[in-house]
């Protein structure tokens, strides 16, 4: 309890912050200038506000980013707003101009020089380039109840090797804001980059104390990206930035953004185990966004926008697909999915920079939820294994040490210290390298095939003086330094032993190994024909304790990924295949 209620104070406080700034930012003045007149050519005159600039080109309005689009000068150029009207609210504040652009400038207001970015010139040799952000103090005795003129002397020789087109946002505010708006505007993003950088920590944690666990890793990679694009989108609070480094940051946060969308998905094609997805889902969607690099590349902002949405979208279908199979928590991921899926059509403009890591935080405390919930369910799964696995383990050396089978040896014994004191020695031998072998092996995950073969080798040496029949086992292997479960294929023996009569002319147990083409290790192990069973086998039917012990096992090393298929094969012999990744995990 006290841990949600932690989570809801801390998403409280990530929504409060940004919504209690733009409340405040609302009561202030602001005024973004749209209309744009443009001229090459270079005349002192055309700054002073009683010039008619009225039959000038208009600047086309970029209206999704409130920016307008101007002509890319061969040498200098000029920007003329049309005449403002100030409002009685701007002038009992301090007034600025807020300028966004990547080229050279001078600004002036009502003919008055108020500030320059770089140094425009003819030649790119004398340009010096500026910052892309600006902010110009207008002198309160400048500023008129109407008829103010903004007029911009520019140049961008640096910003043609961008081969992007050249755009400027221009907004009027009270000097208020300027002077702290850049960081109020990235509050969202300072809170988050602790946040969401613990949380890669977190999951990179839990990902090297299980290195089975993608979820983790998936979550891992989506946080490390988010956190990187988060630096990336502060930066140009916390430091100028010419506009070729501003076009590095924006193809940064391009990148991150791309990669936090692949891992989102990658993250729950793993939790919900619909891997098999992952080509179909993977390959759209990259599609789609690689689609789009052409039609958005003069606008990075546009373009990582775009391709998280598309990357949301993929992961949204395969959440309800996944609600469509009443998978676990496929509810809670499909809400969190498209409120963080539907924050992307609200406030656009400011979407990378506040509201996206708002609807993050959210996404993440589901998802960290959630992968927490699935790493307890993994734990109390393996516990629960581990418990099956000891007493299966038990279940099968109580079968070894029954009475039963010693009284059966011993009598056996007797009769061959009678009639072959030799043969006597020699079961005496198998029946100590078996005991000595199963001791070896308690406790152990994994032992060599080598000392697995000598095991089974020993157990029908002593079945043979136990039985009176000649058994053994004939091997194919291609690898013979590769690591088992213990006693696997010594149970599956002990089992057709057990379940089964074999005449005395064939007793060849074989045991194939191949490497397949996909990367598997596969075996195959093959009984005699048998002539008689000696009750009903119960492989087919899930197995007793011999079938569950061997899937146990393999289940202990390889989850999942292991395939066990058992079967007649018409000539009243028994076949055992068994199929594991040829790695085995560390």
Request: charged fraction near 20%; hydrophobic fraction near 50%.
């Given at each position: 309890?006290?841990?949600?209620?932690?989570?809801?104070?801390?998403?409280?406080l990530?929504?409060?912050a940004p919504l209690?700034i733009?409340?405040?930012?609302?009561?202030?003045?602001s005024k973004k200038?749209?209309?744009?007149?443009?001229?090459?050519?270079?005349?002192?005159?055309?700054?002073l506000?009683?010039?008619?600039?009225s039959?000038?080109?208009?600047?086309?309005?970029v209206?999704?980013?409130?920016?307008?689009?101007i002509?890319?000068?061969?040498?200098?150029?000029?920007?003329?707003?049309a005449?403002l009207?100030?409002?009685?609210?701007?002038?009992r504040a301090?007034v600025?101009?807020?300028?966004?652009?990547?080229a050279?400038?001078?600004?002036?207001?009502n003919?008055i020089?108020i500030g320059?970015n770089?140094?425009?010139s003819?030649?790119?040799?004398?340009?010096e380039p500026?910052f892309?952000e600006?902010?110009?103090?207008?002198p309160?005795?400048?500023?008129r109840?109407a008829?103010?003129?903004?007029?911009?002397r520019?140049?961008?020789?640096?910003?043609?090797?961008?081969?992007?087109?050249?755009?400027?946002?221009?907004n009027?505010k009270?000097?208020?804001?300027?002077?702290?708006d850049?960081?109020?505007g990235?509050?969202?993003?300072?809170?988050?980059?602790?946040?969401?950088g613990?949380?890669?920590?977190f999951?990179?944690s839990?990902?090297?104390?299980?290195?089975?666990d993608?979820?983790?890793?998936?979550l891992?990679i989506?946080?490390?990206?988010?956190?990187l694009?988060?630096?990336?989108?502060?930066l140009?609070?916390?430091?100028d930035?010419?506009?070729?480094?501003?076009?590095?940051?924006?193809?940064?946060?391009?990148?991150f953004?791309?990669?936090?969308?692949?891992?989102?998905?990658?993250?729950?094609?793993?939790?919900?185990?619909l891997?098999?997805l992952r080509?179909?889902v993977?390959i759209s969607?990259?599609?789609?966004a690689?689609?789009?690099?052409?039609?958005?590349?003069?606008?990075?902002?546009?373009?990582s926008h775009?391709?998280?949405?598309?990357?949301?979208?993929?992961a949204?279908s395969?959440?309800?697909?996944a609600l469509s199979?009443?998978?676990?928590?496929?509810?809670?991921?499909?809400l969190?999915?498209t409120?963080?899926?539907?924050s992307?059509?609200?406030?656009?403009?400011?979407?990378l920079?506040?509201?996206?890591y708002v609807a993050?935080?959210?996404l993440?405390?589901?998802?960290?939820?959630?992968q927490?919930n699935?790493?307890?369910e993994?734990?109390?799964q393996?516990?629960e294994?581990?418990?099956?696995?000891n007493?299966?383990?038990?279940e099968?050396?109580?079968?070894?040490?029954?009475?039963?089978?010693?009284?059966n040896t011993?009598?056996?014994?007797?009769?061959w210290?009678?009639?072959s004191?030799?043969?006597s020695v020699?079961m005496?031998?198998?029946?100590?390298?078996e005991?000595r072998?199963?001791?070896?092996?308690s406790?152990?995950?994994?032992?060599?095939?080598t000392?697995?073969?000598?095991?089974?080798?020993?157990?029908?040496?002593?079945?043979?003086y136990?039985?009176?029949q000649?058994?053994?086992?004939?091997t194919?292997?291609?690898?013979?330094d590769?690591?088992?479960?213990?006693?696997?294929?010594h149970t599956?023996?002990?089992?057709?032993l057990?379940?089964?009569?074999?005449s005395g002319t064939?007793?060849?147990f074989?045991?194939?190994?191949?490497t397949?083409?996909?990367?598997?290790?596969e075996?195959?192990?093959?009984?005699?024909?048998?002539?008689q069973?000696r009750r009903?086998r119960?492989?087919?039917?899930?197995?007793?304790?011999g079938l569950?012990y061997?899937k146990?096992?393999?289940d202990?090393?390889w989850?999942?990924?292991?395939?066990?298929?058992?079967?007649t094969?018409?000539?009243?012999?028994?076949?055992?295949?068994?199929?594991v990744?040829?790695?085995v995990?560390?």
């Open positions: 309890m006290r841990t949600t209620t932690d989570i809801l104070m801390i998403l409280f990530l929504i409060a209690a733009a409340v405040d930012e609302g009561t202030l003045p200038i749209f209309d744009l007149h443009m001229q090459e050519g270079d005349d002192p005159a055309w700054r506000r009683a010039f008619d600039s039959d000038w080109p208009v600047a086309k309005r209206k999704i980013r409130a920016f307008n689009e002509t890319l000068p061969e040498k200098v150029a000029w920007l003329r707003s005449p009207n100030i409002a009685p609210a701007f002038r301090p600025a101009l807020h300028v966004f652009s990547g050279s400038y001078q600004i002036y207001w003919g020089l320059e770089g140094s425009p003819d030649t790119p040799t004398e340009e500026g892309v600006n902010h110009f103090y207008i309160s005795e400048a500023i109840a008829g103010n003129v903004i007029a911009v520019y140049s961008a020789h640096s910003y043609k090797k961008l081969s992007i087109p050249l755009t400027v946002s221009i009027v009270a000097h208020r804001i300027t002077d702290y850049q960081l109020a990235h509050i969202p993003a300072f809170l988050m980059i602790g946040a969401i613990a949380a890669a920590l999951f990179g839990l990902f090297v104390k299980r290195r089975d993608r979820g983790a890793l998936w891992t989506m946080f490390t990206m988010v956190t694009q988060a630096v990336l989108e502060t140009l609070a916390l430091t930035l010419s506009f070729d480094w501003y076009a590095v940051r924006m193809l940064g946060i391009f990148v953004s791309y990669g936090a969308g692949l891992a989102l998905n990658l993250f729950v094609l793993t939790y919900f185990q891997l098999k080509h179909f993977l969607a990259n599609v789609a690689l689609a789009a690099v052409p039609f958005y590349f003069n606008n990075l902002n546009t373009l775009f391709t998280l949405a598309l990357f949301v979208i993929a949204l395969v959440t309800s697909y199979l009443k998978k676990r928590g496929a509810v809670a991921l499909w969190a999915l409120l963080f899926g539907l992307f059509f609200v406030g656009y403009a400011m979407f920079d506040s509201i996206y993050m935080a959210i993440a405390s589901t998802l960290l939820v959630l927490a699935a790493f307890r993994a734990d109390r393996t516990s294994a581990k418990l099956r696995l007493r299966l383990e038990l099968l050396l109580k079968r070894q040490l029954q009475p039963h089978f010693i009284m011993l009598t056996a014994l007797s009769e210290i009678l009639t004191p030799k043969a020699d005496i031998d198998a029946l100590a390298d005991f072998l199963l001791n070896a092996f406790g152990e995950k994994l032992v060599s095939l000392n697995e073969l000598d095991l089974c080798h020993a157990h029908l040496k002593l079945m043979s136990r039985q009176d000649s058994y053994r086992l004939i194919e292997i291609e690898q013979a590769m690591q088992v479960p213990p006693a696997i294929f599956l023996i002990e089992n057709a057990t379940h089964n009569r074999y064939d007793g060849t074989r045991l194939q190994q191949r397949t083409g996909e990367g598997r290790i075996f195959a192990l093959t009984t005699p024909p048998a002539i069973k009903e119960t492989q087919g039917k899930g197995g007793g304790v569950s061997v146990a096992r393999l202990e090393i989850h999942t990924d292991f395939s066990f298929k058992d079967g094969t018409g000539e009243h012999q028994w076949r055992t295949i068994i199929s990744p040829a790695k995990p560390s």
